[in-house]
């Protein structure tokens, strides 16, 4: 729901920036991609644990799932906060800014598909 949520808010603010974008299909769009994308990333099963390999330099590397899912949900929660900001303070930002928006969500949430895919490929 959280990303939902976050879908619509980003949608909403991009929407009511470019004029071809302001649809429901759109809306309906990223508020789908959202709850797909924080179900994937947030949902991630866990490496298995392997105590006989301490010490070894696989057990030094960083998760690739876990580091996507938290680098994507960052990044997608951040967007939604400023598009929350920009909506509730009736500001008109630049073109530019809320291009950044929408692309900054794009990218969180296909890190966290990517994340989830990974995950669940591993098992």
């Not at 909403?12 to 302001?22: D, E, K, M, N």
């Not at 938290?70 to 951040?78: D, E, H």
């Not at 909506?87 to 969500?105: F, K, Q």
Request: aromatic share 10%; hydrophobic share 55%.
């Amino acid at each position: 729901m959280a990303g939902a949520a976050c879908g619509v808010f980003v949608g909403a603010h991009v929407g009511s920036s470019v004029p071809w974008l302001t649809t429901q299909g759109f809306l309906l769009l990223m508020m789908l991609s959202g709850a797909f994308g924080f179900y994937l990333g947030i949902d991630t099963p866990q490496i298995p644990f392997h105590p006989h390999e301490e010490g070894t330099p696989a057990e030094n590397k960083i998760d690739a799932a876990e580091f996507l899912s938290a680098v994507g949900t960052f990044l997608a929660t951040l967007t939604a906060f400023f598009a929350v900001g920009i909506i509730i303070l009736r500001e008109d930002p630049h073109i530019v800014w809320t291009s950044l928006i929408m692309a900054g969500w794009v990218i969180g949430v296909v890190m966290q598909i990517v994340a989830g895919a990974i995950a669940r490929m591993r098992r």
